[in-house]
């Protein structure tokens, strides 16, 4: 499609959103639709909720924030129940400062931005449309024009509730352009957007001596103070600041536990009553939500000192940890590499994984449950199941420490170390070791990590080494098994008879001979011990296959070798043993014959259609395994 077709057909689509009546007009859309009226609190909730909801295990998880914040499951839903949908209901929540607090490079920043990005495209919908007094630089709720004493009786007409009072600059145009005629006063749509200043607006602390807090209340303007002739004339104000901006929407304090006292008290009426005070006015309302983020030690600071009390409870602190579950984390990297321009070099499997198990091992803390250590409590964070330990084992360890997740490594180290790595070499591909070592190498660069710390970080990345070496095992596992097809569907169905001999209490046929005989009971073993079914499980484990098998004769279908995963695992691991010593010799020789170098092509053939590898790193992955099987 043609570049300015679609500039001119979005052109053409903001145009018919385009609306521009009288108040008396736009109390007729209300009459039809209350939705324009919500508050900013509800603007944004119904924003989120607007993107779906899944319920899965008790847990809720909206869909809004999946494209860009990975892992923080429960910090979401705590922060959209918690605060956003109270806030919405009109609750005492939305009279309080949201504060996510947090280590750095979390996410704290990247969930303000989606929820600005989210608003500006919300208010272009029908759903989301904002209307304003026309020409109003505060972008005034419409409804503000019904004066005090008729708002009761209107609210219960409409549907509606009208809380705040007309800013001083409609005041006096309602006066001298509309001589007081309310239902006259134009209104217009208008559309959220924090580069035309409507709607968000967005504070950042710099020098103390030098801010002005104009910056937040707007200014006098003093070439026109000769012209209206008083400082106190809506006419030689400028309502530019922040507070006045971001009304209908949305106002970001960034680091705002930096930002100097004076700013800072101005939030506490425009929190508690809605309102703030400017230049020569009465107090201005203003319907926003206020939303800052700081770090942890700053907040420490911040409630340490006595002074801040009064603003202190006025703010609901949302914790945002780092993420603790490998795969989202490894989601987290991708995403990152795929906005730089190096996504024309190849990342092998596994190689942000590697990363990604390290990152998590420093962010976990050491639980006091029996016989479970950090590898396995990170399988469990991560949904993998771990035998001996049940859901309950996890709820119990997520509940343990409250301040997990809030230190250890940070996605912006690791990213900058695979930026590293990616450049580094003239190179076509990167893999898991090449990873490991640019963060080895990192960490003597790093600022705040100590001794102790770098000990304990160098020990992570052995683990997660150990971790590479398991999963580059099972990748050409596969591979090599699948060139022995054959024999794996034959052990498998062997393994099927004999279990069911088994669960039957009857005798099984020498498939040679003819000769019934007990089940092989050292065979059943053999392949179950490779994936830790215990002698006290065998039992419950094969009756369970049974089951699956009767279950899908049933419904008319063959139980084959892609049926259990789990049970596909364990013959592919005890082919794979029995055929070690052929893939030791295949994989580390460096003069291979006809049938091995066929072997090998196989294998490289079945990596690179299959597992997403190149040609580069699949013969590194052939080197690397046939290494670890020599040693």
Sequence with gaps: MDIFKRISDYRAESEKMVWTGTFKEYIELLKKDPAPAMTAHSRVYEMIESYGVEEKDGRKRYKFFEQEIFGLDRAIEKLVEEYFHSAARRLDVRKRILLLMGPVSGGKSTIVTMLKKGLERFSRTQRGAVYAVKGCPMHEDPLHLIPQELRPEIEKELGVRIEGNLCPSCQMRLQTEYASDIENVLVERVFISEDNRVGIGTFSPSDPKSQDIADLTGSIDFSTITEYGSESDPRAYRFDGELNKANRGLMEFQEMLKCDEKFLWNLLSLTQEGNFKAGRFA???????????????EYKSFISNKKNEALHSRMIVMPVPYNL???????IYAKLISQSDM????????ALRAAAIFSILTRLKETKKQGMDLVKKMRMYDGEEVEGFKEADLKEMQSEYLEEGMTGIDPRYVINRISSALIKRDTQCINALDVLRALKDGLDQHPSITKEERERYLNFISVARKEYDSLAKKEIQKAFVYSYEESARTLFDNYLDN?????NWTKIKDPLTGEEMDPDERLMRSIEEQIGVSENAKKAFREEILIRISSYSRK????????????????????????????????????????????INEVTKRLIDDHGYCPICSNELLRYVGSLLNR
Excluded: M, W
Aim: charged share 35%; glycine share 2%.
């Design 283 to 297: 107090l201005i309302s203003a319907d926003e939500l206020i939303i800052a983020h700081t770090n942890e030690s």
């Design 325 to 331: 579950r490998v795969s989202e984390e490894e989601k």
């Design 343 to 350: 996504r024309h070099i190849h990342i092998a499997p596994h």
């Design 499 to 503: 279990i069911e001999s088994y669960c």
């Design 556 to 599: 008319g279908k063959k139980f084959d070798f892609t049926s259990h995963e789990r049970l596909r695992e364990a013959v592919e691991k005890k082919l794979f043993a029995d055929l070690k010593d052929i893939v030791k010799i295949t994989t580390s020789t460096k003069t291979p014959d006809e049938s091995q170098l066929k072997r």
